[in-house]
Structure formats: structure tokens, C-alpha cells
């Protein structure tokens, strides 16, 4: 692939026309700028800024063919086991499709399956929020607490932060709270249940694989908690009585659920072919959500997705399919130009925890050294992804992105606030303010300021280096019409989608996660380690681990 006719077209375009054309000079071209831009629905996705012109967009859609990507876009929604190290499917689609749709893999129609779990989360969530559903003694369950961690806990949370403000979600979560415990730190078991009432509590216990350990430590330290709670009041009715009023599950592990002592009713199902960090469509994230802003506004969310899902598998033209453009951008970025991170920078404070989101379905998904085909890859792929709404990074990490290293920037921005604030005493209003930084940044990381305009501004010559801007630094901007469920839904499609063409454009298995297995099983030696010292009061043999890590470990025991 690497070596492929195309993608050598490609960094010869690059390396010999864009990439010493200052964006500067990019921007004057008025022609250029207007091709630049493309629409879908409410959403506008501007990369004016990024260092691109129409030969080498040109080269980049000719690679991308020359990839196959629509046919792997296909293959993908079609439910051919693309995920090839696991032998699975790929089908978070499936969990937005519409009731009547089909996808059919091994014989079965997954749609089927999804809805069938909806309408069961539709019946229940109604019941939790009605009171028709009690906590044990017999008050409404007014608060959820969902115990997951990774993708079973950051999706979740990216939406339910996301729709706090949106007015009709707000109004339908009023008196309810929704809370996370992912950190098996006990300081975040005390953060979570601070001021709760357990019997007005339900939890969730939200794990795919329902063998985390982080998670079953903690869901084991709350069904103590809840245990504990009842017990002193109750000394003769069983535990699982308790915790049937107030401990339920989304997971793949039906049987695990089970022998958790989790009642059967209140377990709700997803499958192998939706993955961890991509599932905030499934069980996980939408049994919470719908217990707190109502199934109506999920399903509002999950209408979003699918309308982008759609767009992105209808889409022939490869330019105005949004997820393609992104994916296209951000391997141009990060193969061809070499930039090792991507800054996702939402203009809202409600998307506060979409970057912690997106950067663990995009570092997971991409983070890989290892081509499809088991070949060490030979263009860096997947970047480090971080961020922080605008303005609050501004006055933190953009000093590096100005003057130090080169970060393609993902500006997202919205016409409209969730909580407009217009005062009569204030010249611009609140939001206005926010997004005029929104509209200033692309062009100060790509305009810069050269020494003739600080010698113009009278600059003293010894500051002129230190106040010097060098420009050229590269980015994007989404614009929405207003963050709601559905535009939530939109966005989360989008940057899932973005990935996915990502990673084919890269020819890695975005899929795995092979990564995060060395660390987990090196822990279960160092757990041995404590068990044998605190529990069994033995010397514990240090041997098997270097001298360093051994020394360290002595600090700790005492
Ligand atoms: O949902 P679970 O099975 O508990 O998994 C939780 C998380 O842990 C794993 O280590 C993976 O890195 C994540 O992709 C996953 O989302």
C-alpha cells in the first residue's frame, strides 16, 4: 500500500508544491478557499485552513480510491468480519438503523436483535423514571450510577455532559442525577456516591466483557455498599433481594451477569460485533441515558448518528462525504506531513468531555504499528490525540500550538448557544464572545505574524523574536447550527466514521486493542505481590521483577 503509485503521487505533490507554500499564501486564493468547504444538512466543514489545494486533494481522493476505501466503507456496513484478529464485524451502524433495515450476518438480522433491546430499555427506563420501578425500600430511583470504565464509561459520559444545558433534555432530567464511577481509585467511589442516597439509587454495572477488573472491583465495593446499607434495618432478607431493586447491567456476558447475582430482567444485552469504545449506541449508553433525559431524546440522539451513517455510506463523491473528508485530512496530516498530534478544540463547554472521548476510540482504533496484513507499518499512523474546550485551553496549551509545535487543529463551533446570554450592558453577547475566538484562532495559527509587521507596530527589536508568529500551522473547523441530541448523534457518527476511513487510508486493524493487554497481565503480578504480603502476611518474593521496579515496590509495602 505504502509503496502503491498513488500514495508516492501524493507526498511528491505534497513535498513539492504544498508543503513550502506558506498557508499564507494558500489563503489569498479565493478560487481555492471556496472548493474547500463542504455541507451536509446543518453541518459545515471548512478546511481552508489545512495545508491542502485542489492538486493535492485531487491526489489524496485518487489514493484513497487506489485504497479501496468505498468498497472497505462497504464491507463494513455489509457486516463482513473486518475486525480480522477477532474474526468480528463492525457494526455500531447497526445500533442507530431504522426498525424496518436489515444487516445480516451469520443468518441473523442484527437490526432485529438492537431493537429488540431498545424496546426493552424504552419499557424499563419509562418504569425507573415513573416510579413504577422502586428501590428496595420503596423510594424513586432518582439517581443512576453507571461503574465502567474506557468505552463502557466515556461515551456515556461525553453525551450526558453534552445534553446537561440542551433545554429539552435539561427538563426532562429535572430532580435526577446521572453520575460515573470508571477510576477503581477508591477517592472516585467517594466521589461518586458523595451525597447520594442509596435507596434512591440505581446502579449500573456497564462492561462489555463484564471481566474488567477496575469494574468488578467496583461493582463489588457498591453491591457491599448497597448490602451494607439494608442490612443493619433488614438482618433476615437475602442480599440479592437488594440488589435486585437497585444494581442492573449492560453487557455482552449474559452468563457473568448472572452469576454476578444480577436478575435476568434487569440485565440488557449488546453483542460482539459492537466494540467497547465504540458502543455508546448500545445497552451502554443508552440504558443510562434514557433512565435520565428520557428515551425520547436517545432516540433523538441515536437518529443523528444514523443520519450521518447515512450520508457516509450513500455518499459517492468522496470530497463532499464528511467522515471520509475528515479521515482523508487527518491521515494527509499525520502520514503525509508528518504531524504527530491532532487537537480537538469544541467551542462549548458542553462537549467538555468529547475530546476524552474521541481520543480513546481514536488512539485505541489507530494507535498501531502493524499493518492489516501483520507488516510493520512504514508512515507513522494514528496521532496523539488531546483537548480542552475553547476558550479555557487558549490560556493553556495553544502557547505551544503559536510558537512551538506544529498540531493540527479540529475547531468545532455552533451558531447557537444551549444557554444564550444577552445582556443590554454588554457589547457582544456571551456566546458571540466565545465563537469570535473560534472564528480568530484557525487564521492566527495559519496567518502568524512576520517580523515586518512587528517592525510596523514598533516592537522593540530585541522582543520582535520572541513576539514573532511563524503561521503556516494547520487546521479545521466544523460548524452546527445548536448542540442538541440529535447534533450530539452527528457528531459522535462523524469523528466514529473519521476513524474507521482513517485506518483504512492507514491499513491497520482499528478494531483490536492488543495494546492494553501487557499492562493488565504484568498487574496481576504485582497483585499477587500485595495478597502475599498484606493478606498472608508473608515476605513476598521480589525476584521476578527488575531491580528498579522491586525497589519501588519495597517503598511502597513498607
Ligand atoms: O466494557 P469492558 O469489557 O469492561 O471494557 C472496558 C474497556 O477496557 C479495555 O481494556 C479496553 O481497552 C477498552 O476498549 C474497553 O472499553
Known amino acids: 500500500m505504502e509503496s502503491s503509485s498513488a500514495r508516492e503521487n501524493l507526498q511528491k505533490v505534497h513535498d513539492e508544491a504544498i508543503a513550502s507554500t506558506h498557508l499564507k499564501t494558500l489563503l489569498s486564493d479565493d478560487e481555492r478557499n471556496s472548493k474547500l468547504v463542504a455541507e451536509h444538512g446543518d453541518i459545515t466543514l471548512d478546511y481552508t485552513h489545512t495545508k491542502i489545494d485542489s492538486q493535492t486533494l485531487e491526489a489524496l481522493v485518487d489514493f484513497a480510491n487506489e485504497s479501496g476505501l468505498k468498497a472497505k466503507i462497504d464491507s463494513m456496513f455489509k457486516g463482513d468480519k473486518i475486525n480480522s484478529t477477532e474474526k468480528r464485524s463492525v457494526l455500531h451502524a447497526a445500533l442507530r438503523m431504522a426498525r424496518d433495515q436489515t444487516v445480516e450476518v451469520d443468518g441473523k438480522n442484527l437490526v432485529e436483535l438492537v431493537w429488540e433491546v431498545r424496546d426493552q430499555i424504552q419499557a424499563f427506563s419509562q418504569k425507573i423514571r415513573e416510579g413504577d420501578f422502586k428501590g428496595y425500600s420503596g423510594k424513586l430511583l432518582k439517581n443512576v450510577v453507571v461503574i465502567g470504565i474506557g468505552g463502557s464509561y466515556l461515551g456515556p459520559e461525553f453525551v450526558y455532559e453534552a445534553l446537561r444545558y440542551d433545554s429539552t433534555c435539561n427538563q426532562a432530567a429535572e430532580g435526577r442525577n446521572l453520575r460515573f464511577l470508571a477510576n477503581v481509585d477508591p477517592t472516585d467511589f467517594s466521589r461518586s456516591m458523595e451525597g447520594l442516597d442509596i435507596e434512591e439509587t440505581v446502579f449500573i454495572i456497564n462492561s462489555k466483557t463484564f471481566t474488567t477488573a477496575e469494574t468488578m472491583l467496583n461493582a463489588r465495593t457498591v453491591s457491599a455498599s448497597i448490602v451494607d446499607h439494608y442490612r443493619a434495618s433488614h438482618p433476615d432478607v437475602e442480599k440479592s433481594e437488594f440488589i435486585k431493586h437497585h ?239 440529535f447534533s450530539c448523534g452527528q457528531l459522535l457518527s462523524l469523528y466514529e466514521h473519521r476513524i474507521a476511513v482513517e ?56
Open 247 to 485: 444494581v442492573i447491567a449492560g453487557s455482552t456476558n449474559i452468563s457473568a451477569t448472572k452469576e454476578f447475582g444480577i436478575a435476568e430482567e434487569n440485565v440488557f444485552g449488546f453483542w460482539d460485533w459492537v466494540g467497547g469504545r465504540y458502543s455508546v449506541c448500545s445497552a451502554i449508553g443508552v440504558l443510562p441515558l434514557s433512565i435520565h433525559y428520557g428515551y425520547e431524546n436517545v432516540s433523538n440522539f441515536l437518529d443523528g448518528a444514523k443520519s450521518i451513517d447515512d450520508h457516509f455510506r450513500d455518499t459517492e463523491d468522496l470530497t463532499q462525504n464528511l467522515p471520509v473528508l475528515l479521515g482523508m485530512l487527518g491521515y494527509y496530516n499525520t502520514s503525509v506531513c508528518n504531524h504527530a498530534a491532532r487537537a480537538l478544540l469544541p467551542y462549548s463547554q458542553a462537549l467538555l468531555r468529547f475530546p476524552a472521548h474521541i481520543q480513546q476510540v481514536d488512539m485505541e482504533s489507530n494507535g498501531k504499528s502493524v499493518t492489516k496484513e501483520g507488516e510493520r507499518v512504514t508512515s507513522p499512523c494514528g496521532p496523539i490525540v488531546f483537548g480542552e474546550p475553547g476558550t479555557n485551553g487558549q490560556h493553556s496549551f495553544y502557547q505551544l500550538m503559536h510558537q512551538g509545535r506544529i498540531i493540527p487543529a479540529e475547531f468545532i463551533g455552533f451558531i447557537e448557544s444551549q444557554t444564550p446570554i444577552d445582556r443590554d450592558d454588554e457589547v457582544v453577547s456571551n456566546h458571540d464572545e466565545l465563537m469570535s475566538n473560534f472564528f480568530a484562532q484557525p487564521d492566527a495559527l495559519a496567518l502568524g505574524k512576520d517580523l515586518d509587521q512587528l517592525k510596523d507596530e514598533g516592537v522593540p527589536e530585541e522582543l520582535q523574536q520572541h513576539k514573532l508568529f511563524e503561521g503556516d500551522r494547520p487546521s479545521l473547523s466544523i460548524l452546527f447550527k445548536k448542540l442538541d441530541a
Open 503 to 558: 485506518g483504512f487510508l492507514y491499513n491497520v486493524n482499528s478494531f483490536d486493542q492488543w495494546g492494553v493487554e501487557l499492562g493488565k497481565v504484568l498487574a496481576k503480578d504485582v497483585r499477587k505481590v500485595f495478597h502475599t504480603q498484606k493478606k498472608e502476611k508473608k515476605e513476598a518474593d521480589l525476584s521476578k521483577f527488575n531491580s528498579a521496579t522491586a525497589s519501588l515496590l519495597k517503598k511502597y509495602l513498607g
